[in-house]
């Protein structure tokens, strides 16, 4: 979107809930930020989506449980991208609606993106504050910021500048600033596609211990399945803009690549995805 | 091929120090050349005086005060006009960047005016102004405006959206969003819009008390120019030089300490 347009999206958000007044309430509030939170449910409804002429997505309709973790492959221009970037109120739907479990406001979804999109000019502890939205002017913002650096592996790296980090670790750098607010949704739009191999199975490794550990609900979009069975509870296959296929992810973890068993899923995703094609 | 690679001693002295005399090679190398001509007579000295004589017409002038009343008349008037300017220019060019109304409404008319050689209306501005301090400020103010405001407004376009956007989902305000991604975004081409100005500052303020002045650097070179000091003249000259180039330098300085993050800047 251009600077103007994204000037005028309204803060105004129907999902928002407005911040209690009161010394107990405010009291309950500190607690609720200081312990880690759990995963927020979310219910999408007749979920539609047009860009012009384009009905991008037609009637989706979905419930992932508190904690769970989703991934969403399909094809290119499937709609995968959509329908998270709607998840994550970075669009409006044309029709149907996206609800969330009662505790959460509408800033607590928080995304990670192909690119790192970090702040060339803040330093990256700076930039992992950034992830705590409006708590960034607390006092103890700094040493939540240094926790969840260390969480990622790149405590040491907190004073230097973004320009010096690899591709790697400013992606890492972004899900440190994703999840130091110990958010109830993580919603992550193919986040390793531009790292190199090695790197990504590390980072899934990253990934699937951090989400253990907190426990949020995540949305992976990939267009990796290899990647999308070695982290996800649940497989949604997006085919012409609905949902043509809702697997769950039986295996064990620790998962490992090139079992028996993941393959064999894999492969019976992979069908699934090709053998839609036109 | 950097001097330290060339000359194996330079490697053990500390680098910024041979970077920070190196430019002044050049300048110093001229100075001897020139004096030299001047000595042995290939140059009259009725053409361009040796730097000795204008050495000397520039101590004569420190020391009878002018000199200094000069320059401060001039710097003064380069700095109120530059502040002028300079802060019209940049709201302009943030109202501009920010907000598709201010643009579709000021942008047309700013480039038709852009495009009027602002010198060429000195005419004019004797005429509105009179020749007191207002009509310099005033020209200054008009040719230090242009390469502020159109840098300003490229810098703010070019802002990655990207970034804009993550500020948007991690809550930030539009105040925030303009401090912490806008700004410091656009920053890099503000300071070329700056070191424009800069330059443009000192030649409008230059012609201007050339034509229309009672005190100040241009005004003394005119006199000298009425009464054959050509020694004063070339001093004056350089004058400008080297005040031009301290502009240069603080400007730089600055851009090193805001602009330390940009890779450009980071030693290898």
């Keep these: 979107m251009t600077i103007?347009?994204?000037?005028?999206?309204?803060?105004?958000?129907?999902r928002r809930v407005e911040a209690p007044a009161g010394?107990?309430?405010?009291?309950?509030?500190?607690?609720?930020?200081?312990?880690?939170?759990?995963?927020?449910a979310l219910t999408i409804r007749g979920l539609?989506?047009?860009?012009?002429?384009?009905?991008?997505?037609?009637?989706?309709?979905?419930?992932?449980?508190?904690?769970?973790?989703?991934?969403?492959v399909g094809q290119s221009g499937c709609g995968k991208s959509t329908l998270l970037r709607l998840i994550a109120g970075l669009e409006k739907p044309t029709a149907g609606s996206i609800s969330f479990s009662d505790d959460i406001r509408a800033d607590n979804i928080r995304v990670m993106f192909q690119e790192p999109r970090l702040l060339p000019w803040a330093s990256v502890l700076s930039n992992v504050e950034v992830g705590l939205g409006r708590d960034r002017r607390t006092t103890d913002a700094k040493a939540r910021a240094e926790q969840a650096l260390g969480e990622v592996g790149l405590a040491d790296k907190r004073g230097q500048w973004p320009s010096v980090l690899s591709g790697g670790q400013k992606q890492r750098v972004a899900l440190a600033r994703a999840l130091v607010s110990h958010p109830g949704v993580l919603a992550l739009d193919e986040p390793l596609g531009a790292l190199d191999a090695l790197t990504r199975i590390s980072m899934q490794q990253l990934l699937g211990r951090v989400w253990a550990d907190q426990g949020f609900t995540s949305i992976l979009v990939t267009h990796?399945?290899?990647?999308?069975?070695?982290?996800?509870?649940?497989?949604?296959?997006?085919?012409?803009?609905?949902i043509a296929h809702d697997i769950t992810v039986d295996i064990a973890r620790p998962r490992q690549h090139g079992a028996a068993d993941q393959a064999a899923l894999e492969g019976a995703i992979l069908r699934h995805l090709l053998g839609e094609t036109h | 091929m950097s001097i330290v690679e060339i000359l194996p001693r330079a490697r053990s002295l500390r680098l910024p120090r041979i970077d920070g005399l190196a430019q002044w090679i050049v300048p110093l190398v001229i100075l001897v050349l020139w004096q030299a001509a001047c000595v042995t007579g290939l140059m009259p000295?009725?053409?361009?005086?040796?730097?000795?004589?204008?050495?000397?017409?520039?101590?004569?002038?420190?020391?009878?005060?002018?000199?200094?009343?000069?320059?401060?008349?001039?710097?003064?008037?380069?700095?109120?006009?530059?502040?002028?300017?300079g802060s019209i220019g940049f709201a302009f060019g943030l109202a501009n960047g920010l907000s598709k109304l201010s643009n579709n409404l000021t942008d047309t008319t700013l480039q038709m005016v852009r495009n009027v050689p602002h010198l060429a209306l000195i005419p004019l501005v004797i005429l509105w102004f009179g020749i007191d301090e207002s009509a310099k400020l005033f020209l200054v103010a008009l040719g230090v405006f242009f390469p502020i405001y159109i840098n300003t407004l490229h810098g703010i376009r070019t802002v990655d959206p990207q970034l804009i956007e993550m500020g948007r989902i991690y809550g930030m305000s539009n105040g925030e969003l303009f401090r912490r991604v806008i700004f410091p975004g656009a920053l890099p081409s503000i300071f070329v819009g700056v070191r424009f100005a800069l330059g443009i500052m000192w030649l409008t303020l230059i012609v201007a008390e050339t034509i229309a002045a009672s005190s100040g650097l241009g005004y003394m070179a005119m006199q000298a120019r009425e009464f054959m000091q050509i020694d004063v003249v070339v001093l004056s000259i350089l004058i400008y030089a080297l005040l031009g180039k301290i502009a240069d330098s603080a400007s730089r300085l600055l851009e090193r300490l805001t602009l330390s993050w940009h890779p450009a800047f980071q030693k290898p």
């Design chain 1, 4 to 14: 103007q347009q994204s000037l005028r999206l309204s803060h105004a958000d129907a």
């Design chain 1, 23 to 40: 010394v107990e309430q405010a009291l309950a509030a500190q607690n609720r930020r200081l312990q880690p939170k759990r995963g927020a």
């Design chain 1, 48 to 72: 539609r989506k047009t860009f012009g002429a384009n009905e991008v997505l037609r009637g989706i309709d979905l419930h992932i449980p508190a904690g769970q973790f989703v991934a969403i």
């Design chain 1, 224 to 242: 990796d399945v290899s990647e999308a069975v070695a982290l996800a509870d649940r497989v949604l296959v997006i085919d012409q803009g609905r």
């Design chain 2, 45 to 85: 000295s009725r053409v361009m005086p040796a730097p000795t004589d204008v050495a000397v017409a520039g101590w004569k002038l420190l020391q009878s005060g002018e000199l200094a009343e000069n320059i401060w008349v001039s710097f003064w008037r380069a700095s109120v006009g530059f502040l002028i300017g």
